[in-house]
């Protein structure tokens, strides 16, 4: 596990389970590219801050948990879980009270102290299938 100097512990301890975004300005390098922003958000720390404030108003309960973390000179691989309850919209899909658990993993670049790209997946279909949002089987 890594320590609280490493600003991925900030990010996962701070932001994501105390929802404390205006940590997220500490955390990331001027330049900082999101390799796989979705919905078409901007690739830079402006993106991270718009989608997490809408995941967290669509799950506020929600809660990572880190599995591990692989550590290889600047790159910091870190397999996590992540539960909550959507009791708001999320990305157009309605409130629907259900419950999730889904798992990922993140690759971060570390250079001096501050986040400078992420790569990684989740199971962004087993989340849209544990709130309803897609059918569990297609017929």
């Known amino acids: 596990m890594f ?3 490493n600003p991925l512990y900030r990010f996962y301890d701070k932001v994501i389970n105390q929802k404390k975004f205006e ?3 500490e955390l ?3 330049g900082y590219v999101n390799h796989i922003a979705p919905f078409g958000l901007d690739s830079g720390v402006e993106g991270v801050k718009t ?8 799950f506020p309960d929600w809660h990572i948990a880190v599995n591990y973390v692989i550590e290889h000179g600047d790159k910091c691989i870190v397999k996590w879980t992540l539960t909550g309850t959507q009791t708001g ?3 157009g899909y309605r409130p629907s009270c259900r419950k999730f658990e889904i798992s990922g993993v993140d ?3 570390i250079v001096n102290g501050k986040i400078t790209a992420h790569d990684g997946a989740e199971d962004m279909l ?3 299938q544990q709130i309803g949002a897609v059918p569990l089987t297609f017929d």
């Not at 989608?51 to 669509?58: E, F, G, T």
């Open 51 to 58: 989608l997490l404030k809408a995941q967290a108003a669509a």
């Open 3 to 5: 320590d609280e100097t």
């Open 89 to 91: 919209d999320y990305f």
């Open 107 to 109: 690759i971060e670049t």
């Open 23 to 25: 940590v997220l300005d």
């Open 28 to 30: 990331y390098a001027p």
């Open 126 to 128: 087993g989340l849209l």
